[in-house]
């Protein structure tokens, strides 16, 4: 026998939209009333009938989100901090890996009320061609969208990494990510550095990029064992994702290199994960529950219909730990 919200209303003693507003955590209803109808919501093994509310409010109170990658520890450690907001508004959050055409499509039948889109994507395209029914969010941005967008300041991100480690006296940095053409996001950490390293007036080849092929851990390892048994070895390294970070640590303890004394380290990616890494990270970016925050807020704005900004810039933090170091004295400790 499927439970309805009246089952609750009577067994709990209360009117029907009262038990409405309690499950929806309405601020219409106390607190006592609230723990008392959800209390008695679970005992009953109450189900939210979606469909049945949608016709109501014609809203689905769920988010269709399209996903980038089941693998990079960022993206999952954001979209967890979503969810959970989005579920303390009584919002159920759909993922789909599937590419970005075909994921708006499948939300459309699906009549999400708001899709938010990880701009993530590695090919060009030209997102004022995508059609959609549904309110569509993009968080990235890569090319002129007709939809609102919420973005984080790569490069001052990277500023902020490359001025903390030319104040601790560091003149031979290398940026460690992937170089790709086609990924505008890394480009842009990657040419904050250059500039960065031609305004210190750096000498070419006391700085250098280094190439990975994708942003994952063993990408990093072996970059960092190719780097730090080389001729050239760096006193620091500015790291473009955690994953990576996570593999130039394993890599630097394989080499018994210690950090930081011998070699410093600043990653992207502002997770708490960083202060949890065997050295505790230097981190730059956008503070994820920041991220996390303001993508919420928006996602709500537009399922009530409510205007927003439509063009978010996130400005960047840094955030010192003990993986840097004044520069060592002595080079060849490396």
């Keep these: 026998m499927t439970v309805t919200i009246k089952d609750i209303a009577k067994r709990a003693g209360v009117s029907f939209s009262t038990v409405s507003k309690a499950l929806r955590s309405s601020p219409l209803v106390t607190e006592a009333t609230k723990k008392r109808v959800l209390q008695i919501a679970n005992e009953m093994s109450y189900l939210p009938n979606n469909a049945a509310r949608s016709l109501v409010s014609r ?9 980038p990658s089941v693998e990079r520890v960022t993206h999952s450690v954001l979209i967890t901090n979503i969810n959970a907001k989005l579920e303390a508004h009584s919002y159920t959050t759909l993922l789909s890996i599937n590419q970005m055409v075909a ?3 499948t939300f459309n039948r699906f009549v999400v009320d708001v899709i938010l889109v990880f701009d993530d994507q590695q090919t060009v395209f030209d997102r004022s061609t995508l059609t959609s029914n549904v309110p569509i969010l993009f968080y990235g941005i890569l090319g002129d969208t007709p939809y609102p967008t919420i973005d984080t300041n790569r490069k001052k991100a990277i500023d902020l990494a490359f001025e903390h480690l ?4 560091h003149q031979r940095i290398a940026y460690m990510g992937k170089l790709s053409t086609d990924d505008h996001f890394q480009e842009q950490k ?3 550095f250059v500039e960065k390293s031609r305004e210190f007036n750096m000498p070419e080849r006391e700085h250098m990029v280094i190439s990975t092929d994708a942003m994952d851990l063993y990408d990093g390892y072996s970059a960092t064992k190719l780097l730090l048994t080389g001729t050239r070895c760096p006193t620091a390294i500015i790291s473009g994702s955690y994953d990576l970070t996570r593999g130039i640590l394993k890599a630097a303890k394989e080499l018994s290199i210690d950090v930081p004394n011998s070699l410093s380290i600043v990653s992207y990616d502002h997770i708490p994960q960083m202060a949890e890494l065997d050295t505790p990270m ?3 970016g956008v503070p994820i529950s920041k991220v996390a925050d303001t993508i919420t807020q928006v996602l709500l704005d537009i399922a009530n219909g409510k205007e927003v900004q439509f063009s978010i810039v996130l400005e960047p933090e840094i955030i010192v730990r003990k993986s840097t170091h004044i520069v060592p004295t002595v080079h060849s400790t490396l």
């Design 166 to 169: 030319a104040e601790l006296g």
């Design 103 to 105: 994921a708006v499509d």
């Design 282 to 284: 230097t981190a730059v």
């Design 190 to 192: 990657v040419s904050s």
């Design 59 to 67: 809203r689905t109170y769920s988010i269709g989100v399209v996903w």
